[in-house]
């Protein structure tokens, strides 16, 4: 097969019209979800900023309100921030292609990118709102510097692509199955007490933590903890591990979404 300079030609001008299509499908989608007026684009940030404060609160007010490895607000920030990551894309999954199925009359637009545009804005702002809260933490003295940033911007990565893969194939299988649709709103109440966040896996006895760190997701948290509290928070991850079940979820995500698409294109 000869790949010819005419061919990355049309290439790059398809990525072009693509990156045009998802940037436009997600302003509309700003626009649409939060509005015009009032803070308008800022809830962009501020929406998921408000969780992690409030939770941030009420942990520190729940009991004691430090820990051995610092407050209990620092780590509400670190491990809570986690869960919105993967929590809110995958609500916001559900019938991505059946509410814009008018949008396909339009040329470029293909159904992928409702799927594509959703999620980079899920994780844009919860990236934000957590650097942004973080550096307020920081500055009142609640937080300090990561003890392993790499690790730790590394850990937030693996969080970020197990969720590409997780809502994707949990918004794919909203448009194939009402049932699932309408469950997979209980399966994310059921994935929070396993999803790591909440209890750190040194604190789980064996055997217990062997199945639990099975959970991918639970491997990315821990490492994405690791990176902030390094040695002074015993961490347990399998990277390789991660590594090739995500690669798996991301193959089963791109497999149900073609699916999908299919289904909508037939009805």
Known sequence: MIINADSYKNFFSALKVQKRVIWALLMREIITRYGREGLGILWFFVEPLMFIVGVSVLWSMGGQREMSTGSVAEFALVSYSTILLWRNSTNRMSKSIEVNKPLLHHRPIRAMDFFYSRLILELSSVTASTFVLY????????????????????????????????????GALSEISETIDKISHVLL???????????????????????????????????????????????????????????????????????????????
């Open 135 to 170: 550096l307020i933490f920081y500055f009142l003295g609640i937080s300090h510097l990561p003890q392993e940033p790499l690790s730790m911007i590394l850990g937030w990565l693996m969080i970020a692509w197990f969720t590409f893969g997780f809502a994707i194939s949990i």
């Open 189 to 267: 109440y059921f994935m929070l007490p396993v999803c790591g966040a909440f209890i750190p896996t040194y604190l789980i006895p064996e055997p217990a933590r062997t199945y639990v760190l099975y959970f991918p997701l639970v491997n990315c948290v821990e490492y994405f903890r690791y990176g902030y509290y390094g040695v002074y928070m015993k961490s347990y991850f399998d990277i390789q591990y991660t590594i090739v079940a995500n690669l798996g979820l991301t193959l089963v995500a791109l497999l149900l979404l073609k699916s999908a698409i299919r289904k909508n294109e037939s009805s």
